[in-house]
């Protein structure tokens, strides 16, 4: 059976994806994390930022941590039933200022270890929770660091496996020191929403370490003890047998824009610029262009890529019977050369209209001054005698009177009028 489909004209002069918005300070990574059975999230921020530190979902689940209002929370994929695996989330929040946290900075380190969740705020452990249901095993899952961050930016972001708390916190042990105000609810099943083309990373878990293998798995990567590897953006070191540190590759900041990040590059760079349809001209790389009111442009690195739009159209300024759509890529109407203009009276009531090609022309009547739009009485009686005279009205013994587009003069005692603006003595007889 055929299937009819409404096709909207996409005009492509280039294949690039162009949708792209991130802001320059926006770091995005990519690690198959949620892979690794026990990990761990590490980063150190101002106690008054916001936003959100990591995200990691596929077509199924979420994970996300973040920070608002000093109160961190964590949405964690659980599983209501393993056998329908009804997908559900639970948000834990832990408000800050109950723990008594003064700041400047958190250094928080969040720990997955089975169905254990810990968070610890450099050596205090100020939450732990048990989550019998938590599915951390994202199959083809995206990860996004720090993200909508408001504030200075986090420092020290790092993922990895393994314990860290034991060797960091070794000396003087962990304390604990819980919040009092801690929330924990189940969210409405995850409706999944696709993260824009370009972010698409898919990882498969193909790699099998060798039995007894002495070092760590990491991205289908399988690295030696004290071996340093870039991974997908990621500098990683495997420090003992199944713990890793990775951390993210540090990029140059950009100054254009609309920076952009190459395929198969980790860091943001400044397009080139493009000449659309070989014009002299060259426009910036990110610049958007209207060729038409209907035809939306953008320059995307050497490429133009073009569509149809829509568009929202102003009424042209003549009657309708003199509407033409003819020009290409527009899809508003214009109005035709010598088009009744005047018909839709553009002009000032103390206006006269023209039709010319171009449109109306609008003049204000004698008497009045103004563009034509608008236009306004002149005072006669505010000139001067000498302009007065050369008017030719309202001399002597006469008083000046103002009107719409005109004057007139009213005789004082005494005097006759003889003519419209001229008084001249009453002879006594
Ligand atoms: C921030 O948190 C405090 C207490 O935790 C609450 O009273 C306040 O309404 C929150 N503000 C916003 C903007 O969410
Ligand atoms: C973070 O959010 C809170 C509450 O919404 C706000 O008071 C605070 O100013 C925000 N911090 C920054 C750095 O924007
Ligand atoms: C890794 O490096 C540490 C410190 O340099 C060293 O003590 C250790 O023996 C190394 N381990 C291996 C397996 O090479
Ligand atoms: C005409 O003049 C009026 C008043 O000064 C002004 O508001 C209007 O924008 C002008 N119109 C044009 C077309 O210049």
Same mark, same amino acid.
């Not at 083809?140 to 986090?154: F, I, L, S, T």
């Given at each position: 059976m055929w299937v009819h489909h409404l096709v909207i004209p996409l005009l492509l002069i280039s294949a690039v994806k162009c949708e792209i918005d991130r802001s320059p300070s926006m770091l995005v990574h990519y690690m198959n994390l949620l892979s690794i059975g026990e990990s761990w999230i590490a980063i150190t921020f101002d106690l008054n930022a916001n936003g959100t530190f990591f995200l990691g979902k596929n077509a199924e689940r979420r994970l996300e941590v973040g920070f608002r209002n000093k109160t961190l929370y964590m949405i964690l994929p659980i599983s209501s039933s393993r056998i329908q695996h009804n997908n559900k989330e639970k948000r834990y929040a832990i408000d800050f200022d109950s723990i008594g946290k003064v700041g400047p900075s958190l250094e928080l380190i969040i720990t997955f270890q089975h169905n254990?969740?810990? !968070?610890?705020?450099?050596?205090?452990?100020?939450?732990?929770?048990?989550?019998?249901?938590?599915?951390?095993?994202?199959? *083809? !899952?995206?990860? =996004? !660091?720090? $993200?909508?961050?408001?504030?200075?930016?986090?420092? *020290?972001?790092?993922?990895?496996?393994?314990?860290?708390?034991?060797?960091?916190?070794?000396?003087?042990?962990?304390?604990? =020191? %819980?919040?009092?105000? %801690?929330?924990? $609810?189940?969210?409405?099943? %995850?409706?999944?929403?696709?993260?824009?083309?370009?972010?698409?990373?898919?990882?498969?878990?193909? !790699?099998?370490?060798?039995?007894?293998?002495?070092?760590?798995?990491?991205?289908?990567?399988?690295? *030696?003890?004290?071996?340093?590897?870039?991974?997908?953006?990621?500098?990683?070191? #495997?420090?003992?047998?199944?713990?890793?540190?990775?951390?993210?590759? $540090? #990029?140059?900041?950009?100054?254009?824009? *609309?920076?952009?990040?190459?395929?198969?590059?980790?860091c943001p760079t400044c397009g080139e610029q493009c000449f659309y349809e070989n014009h002299k001209i060259a426009n910036p790389h990110g610049e958007v262009f209207w060729p038409g009111d209907c035809f939306r442009c953008q320059c995307w690195d050497t490429k133009v890529q073009c569509s149809s739009e829509y568009a929202t159209c102003e009424p042209p300024s003549c009657p309708e019977e003199d509407w033409v759509y003819n020009e290409k890529f527009n899809c508003c109407p214009k109005c035709r050369d010598f088009a009744r203009f005047c018909a839709l009276n553009p002009c000032h009531k103390y206006a006269t209209c023209t039709d010319s090609k171009r449109g109306p022309k609008c003049s204000c009547n004698t008497g009045f001054q103004g563009n034509g739009t608008f236009c306004e009485d002149i005072d006669e009686c505010a000139f001067s005698q000498d302009a007065r005279e050369q008017l030719g009205g309202c001399l002597a013994g006469s008083m000046c009177r103002n009107i719409p587009g005109s004057y007139k003069c009213d005789c004082l005692p005494g005097y006759q009028m003889i003519g419209e603006h001229t008084c001249l003595p009453l002879i006594r007889v």
């Open positions: 254990h969740i810990h !968070v610890y705020d450099v050596c205090d452990e100020i939450f732990a929770g048990f989550e019998p249901d938590l599915m951390l095993s994202l199959a *083809h !899952v995206k990860v =996004k !660091v720090v $993200e909508n961050w408001q504030g200075p930016q986090p420092s *020290h972001f790092a993922i990895g496996s393994g314990w860290p708390i034991g060797q960091k916190c070794r000396l003087n042990g962990v304390k604990k =020191k %819980y919040a009092q105000s %801690y929330s924990e $609810e189940i969210e409405k099943g %995850y409706q999944p929403s696709s993260f824009n083309d370009m972010d698409e990373i898919f990882f498969e878990q193909v !790699v099998i370490a060798p039995p007894n293998f002495n070092g760590c798995k990491i991205n289908n990567a399988l690295l *030696h003890i004290n071996e340093t590897r870039t991974l997908d953006c990621n500098i990683c070191t #495997c420090l003992d047998r199944d713990e890793v540190t990775c951390r993210a590759l $540090e #990029c140059p900041a950009v100054t254009c824009e *609309h920076p952009m990040t190459r395929k198969g590059d980790c």
